[in-house]
């Protein structure tokens, strides 16, 4: 074929919620598996893929289930099949998830899922906190966060090389929040199919209980004398995928001219004082720097894209220079010192002779917003803190009535 005669890849620039970025990406993807159950807000992903099933514009089998748990074990077994697998859920989906998120991880089940963020009941709530997915962290889940519709396309692209990759083979949650990214519409710029078909590739899975010639169990009784070398493999492998990610970030950012990195950060080149925070709650927290810089504040922001592995290298190399940092997340630790990611980024930094000053807020659970006003207030704290007052009370919980 000439290059004349070769067939024009049509991209396109189009309108889509966050749920239909995932399903989009999932159809583009076009998986052996979908086992999936609805639930707010993930239903559009569900109902948005299952119209692409039965009008035939995917080869998936689509597996309809009675619940959470069942989707889970049903992708289990399809990936122990030597299938590529997705599925998609939230909140109280995933914590019915619970015990087969230990089974793909520990299996070794490159299992794809788009998790929309969702506070956990009770009481009811369906907005979106990030509770769900930080119950579920220490699963060995790769764990990827969205601030948008695009990064929700993206990165659900990005992640099936990233779990399939032959020294990861991990399953990975594409985090996103519900609501205000969910169903937000926003403008999305889509590759040609042909191009995420080439990008991702054709599965050669290491793992398949079909192959006659070369017969495996898997699941199988575990004794005491092999289990932890069992497990630490698994450690090993989700504590070194951080290097394939960045790896498969750069090929996407050149395929799509959309650069992605691990963290993202705004005004840390000179700043003195930062937030770190995931997802959307990072986008006020910028708009209140910028606001601030205005005004001659040397104030930054970090938000990681992937929460697990903990990239702390790269948030710490990001902090270089701050004085005093806030940890602010959608997500509470009750009963401990502080909430996930700053008792994290703690232990990562324990260790370090010269340390930023840090603090922790709590915001937003349960769908409540943060207002730049209340990020005003953290960067005046901040502020007083890098000019050697004291820290005070380490967490805090910003935006409650009292």
């Given at each position: 074929m000439t290059i004349a005669e070769k067939p024009v890849r049509q991209r396109k620039v189009v309108g889509l919620t966050g749920d239909g970025?995932?399903?989009?990406?999932?159809?583009?993807?076009?998986?052996?598996?979908?086992?999936?159950?609805?639930?707010?807000?993930?239903?559009?992903?569900?109902?948005?893929?299952?119209?692409?099933?039965?009008?035939?514009?995917?080869?998936?089998?689509?597996?309809?289930?009675?619940?959470?748990?069942?989707?889970?074990?049903?992708?289990?077994?399809?990936?122990?099949?030597?299938?590529?697998?997705?599925?998609?859920?939230?909140?109280?989906?995933?914590?019915?998830?619970?015990?087969?998120?230990?089974?793909?991880?520990?299996?070794?089940?490159?299992?794809?899922?788009?998790?929309?963020?969702?506070?956990?009941?009770?009481?009811?709530?369906?907005?979106?906190?990030?509770?769900?997915?930080?119950?579920?962290?220490?699963?060995?889940?790769?764990?990827?966060?969205?601030?948008?519709?695009?990064?929700?396309?993206?990165?659900?692209?990005?992640?099936?090389?990233?779990?399939e990759h032959p020294e990861v083979m991990l399953p990975v949650m594409i985090c996103f929040d519900g609501f205000n990214v969910s169903h937000d519409m926003e403008r999305v710029a889509m590759l040609a199919k042909e191009e995420v078909q080439e990008f991702v590739g054709e599965f050669k899975p290491l793992i398949n209980m079909l192959d006659t010639e070369n017969p495996i169990s898997i699941g199988a009784l575990v004794l005491p004398q092999f289990f932890f070398e069992h497990k630490l493999s698994m450690i090993k492998a989700l504590e070194g995928s951080v290097n394939y990610i960045s790896e498969i970030f750069a090929e996407f950012g050149k395929l799509s001219g959309r650069p992605q990195s691990i963290v993202e950060s705004y005004g840390m080149e000179d700043a003195e004082v930062a937030v770190v925070a995931l997802s959307g709650i990072a986008g006020t927290a910028q708009w209140t720097a910028m606001q601030l810089r205005e005004k001659g504040i040397k104030a930054g922001v970090v938000r990681p894209r992937v929460y697990r592995p903990f990239p702390a290298a790269e948030i710490i190399a990001a902090l270089k220079g701050v004085k005093a940092v806030a940890v602010v997340e959608k997500a509470a630790a009750p009963g401990a010192a502080g909430a996930p990611i700053?008792?994290?980024?703690?232990?990562?930094?324990?260790?370090?002779?010269?340390?930023?000053?840090?603090?922790?807020?709590?915001?937003?659970?349960?769908?409540?917003?943060?207002?730049?006003?209340?990020?005003?207030a953290v960067f005046e704290r901040l502020q007083a803190i890098a000019a050697g007052g004291p820290i005070g009370q380490t967490l805090s919980y910003i935006g409650a009535r009292e």
């Amino acid at each position: 074929m000439t290059i004349a005669e070769k067939p024009v890849r049509q991209r396109k620039v189009v309108g889509l919620t966050g749920d239909g970025a995932a399903a989009d990406a999932m159809m583009q993807i076009d998986p052996d598996q979908v086992a999936a159950y609805p639930i707010t807000p993930q239903t559009e992903i569900v109902e948005r893929f299952a119209e692409y099933v039965a009008n035939g514009d995917v080869n998936t089998e689509f597996v309809a289930v009675e619940s959470e748990h069942s989707a889970l074990s049903a992708c289990c077994g399809g990936s122990a099949a030597g299938g590529r697998v997705m599925t998609c859920t939230s909140s109280q989906g995933l914590a019915l998830m619970h015990e087969e998120l230990y089974i793909a991880a520990g299996n070794r089940l490159p299992i794809i899922m788009p998790m929309v963020n969702r506070t956990l009941s009770a009481p009811i709530n369906i907005h979106g906190d990030h509770s769900d997915s930080m119950a579920s962290r220490d699963a060995a889940w790769i764990q990827l966060f969205c601030a948008d519709a695009q990064e929700v396309y993206d990165t659900t692209i990005m992640a099936v090389r990233i779990g399939e990759h032959p020294e990861v083979m991990l399953p990975v949650m594409i985090c996103f929040d519900g609501f205000n990214v969910s169903h937000d519409m926003e403008r999305v710029a889509m590759l040609a199919k042909e191009e995420v078909q080439e990008f991702v590739g054709e599965f050669k899975p290491l793992i398949n209980m079909l192959d006659t010639e070369n017969p495996i169990s898997i699941g199988a009784l575990v004794l005491p004398q092999f289990f932890f070398e069992h497990k630490l493999s698994m450690i090993k492998a989700l504590e070194g995928s951080v290097n394939y990610i960045s790896e498969i970030f750069a090929e996407f950012g050149k395929l799509s001219g959309r650069p992605q990195s691990i963290v993202e950060s705004y005004g840390m080149e000179d700043a003195e004082v930062a937030v770190v925070a995931l997802s959307g709650i990072a986008g006020t927290a910028q708009w209140t720097a910028m606001q601030l810089r205005e005004k001659g504040i040397k104030a930054g922001v970090v938000r990681p894209r992937v929460y697990r592995p903990f990239p702390a290298a790269e948030i710490i190399a990001a902090l270089k220079g701050v004085k005093a940092v806030a940890v602010v997340e959608k997500a509470a630790a009750p009963g401990a010192a502080g909430a996930p990611i700053f008792s994290d980024l703690c232990t990562a930094m324990f260790s370090m002779d010269k340390r930023p000053k840090m603090v922790n807020y709590v915001t937003g659970l349960g769908g409540r917003d943060t207002s730049s006003a209340q990020y005003t207030a953290v960067f005046e704290r901040l502020q007083a803190i890098a000019a050697g007052g004291p820290i005070g009370q380490t967490l805090s919980y910003i935006g409650a009535r009292e």
